[in-house]
Structures are given as structure tokens and as C-alpha cells.
């Protein structure tokens, strides 16, 4: 690569001063750094650095395109190359949480640094996909430094929180606060100033860290992208055997073969889809949707393609809110409209979930044989009396995030078939209760999209591409990108009043089409002319 300079511009266009690290100590060497400094501060980074709390294993210039071997990557996750985006200064950390633990955390940094940062954390139980190198390449080839974090260990299941109460809490809220405090340090020792913003980017079990960030740890970002949130975690994994167990094994007279599944599919459909007044296969409102399974069943004239009434029950009980022991709501219901290809080897594969055993055996009993099968709404009591490290993250108050203009943006897909998008939007009118708001209050500071044709995180029938992630690099304008929106409204005030998605082809590049998502509690309605795929004939009601 031919020698250039690189300024780092701040956001007033004013250079950030730059500093060549010597010791502990810093220098104040110039107000722009060649890009053959940058590879000479980043080589020498861990051995000069020195930053309290923090062991920096190693610090490697990689140059875009490269494609980065990730040998010690837990290799169950199946992650062992990226192709990294551009020129990056790469750092291998370990931040202690505890005498006994460690959080691992991995930061890039871009020669192209926009001086902001942003965290991201992982998802699932496990460590598996500990370090989300997907996350990364986005960020940082938006101009974030970046850093990623594991859950404190390293594993594609939750077996290290068995009897650790170290790994659990490291799980529920102490890696996304330690490694975003960490990466916050290094990211100034190395460009030699503090970033001028700070976001957060994550969905799943990353859009739970981001609520927990902004309920406990208010003062960690001023932007968080969260999406599709694991809110009330032991209720998510308890609603999960329950699901799994409604329509239990192959052999049991509930169970639904995946050819009935299509045509309870279509028949939601049938029923439900005109409701948003576009019959296009994508439920703007599946929560106005209240399916009626009976009308599948068997009759005389109809001996296939149809249900028995256990089967119906169990589609019922799918699709209807889970109570407690307490006889109050446990979990909202799966939502009518869910592709069933999808979540049929999630949940109704015959198999307990193994999401639900995995919480259960390792961080309820200690017992690595529970057995999902045996499940009733008394475990489901138990997990949420324990709520280890207060992991149901359902703290309604953001006040303190709030006071300090943080800004929280979330998203949920409404053909999430892992969590339901109706979590979110309990939570939401949670916090509007809890600090006495109404929706154009919270505005001001926390916004939430549903996103129609989503799955879990991204994929699905529609317009699900909005900025989430790697899939919209291709679109960085505000307008269609939600990263950028949140820097927007950060930065500059302006806070976006829908989310443009663009719904990708088969290659995952190519637009098919694109849709404005309403800011929650407003709907999309088809109002025409056009076909509705035409984005100009949705109106927010
Ligand atoms: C570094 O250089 C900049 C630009 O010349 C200057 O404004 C700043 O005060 C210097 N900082 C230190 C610590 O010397
Ligand atoms: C990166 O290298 C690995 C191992 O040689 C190879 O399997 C993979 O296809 C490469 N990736 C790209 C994008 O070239
Ligand atoms: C680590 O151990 C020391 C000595 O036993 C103790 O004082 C300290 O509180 C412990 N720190 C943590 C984070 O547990
Ligand atoms: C740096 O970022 C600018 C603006 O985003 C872009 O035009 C340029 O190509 C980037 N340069 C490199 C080396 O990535
Ligand atoms: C997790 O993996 C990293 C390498 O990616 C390693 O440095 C760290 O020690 C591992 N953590 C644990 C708890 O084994
Ligand atoms: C399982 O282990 C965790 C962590 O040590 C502990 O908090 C929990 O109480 C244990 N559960 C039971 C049922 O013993
Ligand atoms: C919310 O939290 C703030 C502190 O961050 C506290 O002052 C306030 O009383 C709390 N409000 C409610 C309704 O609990």
C-alpha cells in the first residue's frame, strides 16, 4: 500500500491530536499520522501500552483484505477466517472480572477512525459466537473502533456457567460493562484522545446487554443499537419448553408434521394477512391477528391436508399468551405469521428446546441430565426466583440514561420465531409506566421499530436489511441505514421517525424492494396505488 496520510477528522472538522505511545507515557507527536505510523504504533501497541486492569496479548496491523486466520476462536462455532474490511490495527485483551475470571475482548481499530466507538458483545448462551467478527467488519468499516467480548468464557453452550457463579454473572451484565470500559481506554491511549461518542451495537442475548447497559450502566454509551432483545431471559427460556413441549415428539398426537405446517402457514395467512390491507405474505399487525387453527381440522370431506383437534390445541397454545403458576402473564405468544420453515427446527422439531435445557441444567439445577420433556410452569417459577445477577434485564426506569441524553434505538422482527416481538413491546409500555411518559416523550430518548418480514436478528420475508449489521454495508445514508440514524440523533438531534429496510435477493446484495417501518406504537397500512411492494403506498397509522 503506497505511503498516504491519514487526519482524523473530529466531527467539527477540527484534527484530533495524535500521539505515538513511548512507555507508559504518551507523546503528543503530530496532528496526523501516516498510515506507515499506524502500522508501526499498532506493531509495538501491546509491548509499550500499559493500561491498568488490562493485558494486552497482542496487537497486529492487518491490512484490508486480508484473510485473517482466527486459530484460537472456540472452534464449535465453526468461525475460523475473516476477511477483514480495511486497514485495521487489531488487539487481543483480557480485562479480569473477578480473582477467578477474565473477559476476552478483541478490538479493531481503523486507520480510517471516525473518533467514534462502539461495543458489541455476542449472543445465544454461549460463548460460541463470543466475538462476533460480523459486528466488527460492519463497525469498522463504518469508522468505528471496535471492540468485541466473550460472555467470560468460551463455549457454543452455557456449560460453563454450571456451578460458576463467576460465568453467570460475567453472562448477565459484567463482560458487556468490563470490555466496554476496557475498549474504551485502549481506543484512547491508541488514537491518543477519548472517543467523541460511544455506541453499542447487539441483538438477541446483544440487544439484552444493550437494555442492560442503559438500565445499569448509563453512563457507558450514548447511542445503543438493540435488536430483537432477550428481555425476561429465564421467562424466554421457560416459554421455550413449554413451546417445544406443546407440540412434543414425532410419536405423541400433538406433534405436526412439517407438511401441516405449511398449511397452517397458509391458512394464517388466509386469515390474517389483509388485516394491514396488502395481501403480500408479510403481517404488519400480527398482533391483530387471532388465528383460528379450527378451521383446519379433519371433517368428513377432508381426511389430509388437515389437523385433529389435539393438534389444533397445540396450534392454539402456540399462539396464545403462556400463564404462570401465579395465573399471571409468564411470556406473551408466539406471533401468527412467523415463516414455519424457520421455526420448526428451533422449537417443533420433536426435540426439547435447547436453548430452554441448556439454561435449565446449567444455571437452574446444576444437573446436566434435566431433561426438557419433564418441564412444568413450577420451573419456569423457579428460574424466574433466581433470576441470577438480575438477567431478566426488565428494570423499566432509564431515567439515568436519559438525564445524560443517551439515546436508545431498538428494533424487533415480526416474524421473530426465537423471541417474541411482543416482549419488546411490553417493555416498552413498561418504561412509559414506570417513569410516567407518554410515547412522545420517550421519543426523546428510546424508539422502538417493529420490523414486518424479519426473523430473529435479520433474514425473512421482507424489507429486513436496516443497518443491523453486515448485510447494509452497501447503505450507509441515515436514511436506510439504523447504525447511522443512532449516530444521527446522537450527533446531530435528529431522530429518525422510521426505519427504511431493504429486502435483499438470494445473492443477499441485490435490493428486491424497500419499506418504511413505523416507529412503535404507530402501524403500517397499505393505502396504494401501486403494488405493495412500492414503498410509497404504506402510510404510519
Ligand atoms: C497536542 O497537539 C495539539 C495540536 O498541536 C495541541 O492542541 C495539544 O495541546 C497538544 N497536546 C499535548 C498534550 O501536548
Ligand atoms: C480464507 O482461508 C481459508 C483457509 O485457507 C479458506 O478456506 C477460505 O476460503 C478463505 N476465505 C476467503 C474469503 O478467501
Ligand atoms: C481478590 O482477592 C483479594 C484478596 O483475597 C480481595 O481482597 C479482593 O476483594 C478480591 N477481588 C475481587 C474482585 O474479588
Ligand atoms: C476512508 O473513509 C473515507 C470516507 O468514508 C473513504 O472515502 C475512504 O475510501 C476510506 N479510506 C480507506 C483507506 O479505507
Ligand atoms: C477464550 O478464548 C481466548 C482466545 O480467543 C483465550 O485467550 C481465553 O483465555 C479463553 N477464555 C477462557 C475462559 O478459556
Ligand atoms: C447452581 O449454581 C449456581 C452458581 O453456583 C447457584 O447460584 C445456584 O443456586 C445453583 N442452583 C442449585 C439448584 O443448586
Ligand atoms: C429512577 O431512577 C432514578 C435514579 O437513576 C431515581 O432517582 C428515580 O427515583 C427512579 N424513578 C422511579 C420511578 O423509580
Not at 491530536?17 to 507527536?29: C, E, F, H, K, T
Not at 506493531?43 to 493485558?55: D, H, L, N, Q, V
Not at 428494533?411 to 426465537?418: F, P
Request: aromatic share 10%.
Amino acid at each position: 500500500m503506497p505511503q498516504q496520510t491519514r487526519r482524523v477528522l473530529s466531527w467539527t472538522g477540527v484534527l484530533l491530536p495524535l500521539y505515538i505511545l513511548s512507555g507508559a507515557q504518551a507523546q503528543n507527536l503530530s496532528t496526523s499520522v501516516s498510515h506507515a505510523q499506524f502500522v508501526t504504533r499498532c506493531g509495538s501497541f501491546a509491548s509499550k501500552a500499559s493500561i491498568p486492569g488490562t493485558t494486552i496479548y497482542f496487537s497486529q496491523y492487518v491490512a484490508a483484505g486480508t484473510n485473517l486466520s482466527l486459530a484460537e476462536n472456540e472452534p464449535s462455532c465453526g468461525i475460523t477466517h475473516w476477511t477483514v474490511p480495511v486497514d485495521i490495527c487489531r488487539l487481543g485483551m483480557a480485562v479480569p472480572s473477578s480473582n477467578t475470571s477474565e473477559i476476552s475482548v478483541e478490538a479493531w481499530l481503523p486507520f480510517n477512525y471516525t473518533g467514534r466507538f462502539l461495543a458489541t458483545t455476542n449472543r445465544g448462551l454461549g460463548g460460541c459466537k463470543s466475538i462476533l467478527y460480523n459486528e466488527l467488519d460492519y463497525a469498522t468499516s463504518l469508522g468505528f473502533a471496535s471492540v468485541g467480548m466473550n460472555t467470560g468464557y468460551n463455549s457454543s453452550t452455557a456449560a460453563p456457567m454450571l456451578n460458576n457463579e463467576n460465568a453467570i454473572a460475567d453472562y448477565a451484565y459484567r463482560s458487556a460493562h468490563l470490555g466496554t470500559v476496557a475498549g474504551k481506554e485502549v481506543t484512547k491511549v491508541f488514537y491518543g484522545a477519548p472517543s467523541r461518542k460511544s455506541y453499542y451495537l447487539g441483538c438477541s442475548s446483544g440487544g439484552r446487554q444493550g437494555f442492560k447497559e442503559a438500565q445499569d450502566f448509563p453512563e457507558d454509551f450514548d447511542g445503543i443499537l438493540a435488536g430483537s432483545p432477550a428481555l425476561a431471559l429465564t421467562r424466554v427460556v421457560s416459554w421455550g419448553a413449554y413451546l417445544s413441549q406443546a407440540v412434543g415428539s414425532p410419536d405423541s398426537d400433538t406433534f405436526i408434521t412439517d407438511d401441516k405446517w405449511a398449511l397452517i402457514q397458509e391458512e394464517v395467512l388466509r386469515q390474517c394477512d389483509k388485516i394491514d390491507g396488502a395481501a403480500d405474505g408479510i403481517l404488519e399487525n400480527p398482533d391483530m391477528c387471532q388465528f383460528v387453527p379450527e378451521v383446519l381440522l379433519c371433517d368428513g370431506a377432508r381426511t389430509t391436508r388437515c389437523l385433529t383437534p389435539k393438534q389444533a390445541e397445540a396450534v392454539r397454545n402456540i399462539f396464545s399468551p403462556v400463564y404462570g403458576v401465579d395465573g399471571k402473564l409468564l411470556y406473551p405468544r408466539m406471533q401468527p405469521g412467523i415463516n414455519t420453515k424457520r421455526v420448526v427446527p428451533f422449537y417443533f422439531n420433536g426435540l426439547p428446546s435447547d436453548l430452554s435445557e441448556d439454561w435449565f441444567r446449567h444455571v437452574v439445577y446444576n444437573d446436566t441430565t434435566w431433561d426438557g420433556r419433564t418441564f412444568t410452569l413450577n420451573d419456569a417459577a423457579v428460574a424466574l426466583a433466581q433470576n441470577p445477577f438480575n438477567v431478566e434485564t426488565w428494570n423499566g426506569n432509564l431515567s439515568a440514561f436519559a438525564a445524560r441524553n443517551g439515546k436508545l434505538l431498538s428494533y424487533h422482527g415480526l416474524q421473530d420465531y426465537v423471541i417474541s416481538p411482543e416482549i419488546s413491546q411490553l417493555y416498552y409500555s413498561h418504561v412509559s409506566r414506570t417513569m410516567n411518559l407518554t410515547p412522545s416523550k420517550l421519543d426523546n430518548f428510546y424508539r422502538l421499530f417493529m420490523i414486518s418480514g424479519m426473523d430473529h436478528c435479520r433474514d425473512g420475508d421482507g424489507a429486513w436489511a436496516i443497518g443491523q449489521d453486515e448485510s447494509s454495508k452497501a447503505r450507509r445514508r441515515p436514511n436506510e441505514n439504523a447504525l447511522m440514524a443512532l449516530v444521527r440523533w446522537v450527533e446531530e438531534g435528529v431522530a429518525p421517525e422510521v426505519l427504511r429496510g431493504t429486502k435483499l435477493g438470494q445473492d443477499g446484495v441485490t435490493p428486491e424492494f424497500w419499506r418504511a417501518h413505523c416507529k412503535w406504537p404507530k402501524k403500517n397500512r397499505y393505502v396504494g396505488p401501486g403494488a405493495p411492494t412500492n414503498e410509497g403506498s404504506w402510510v404510519c397509522v
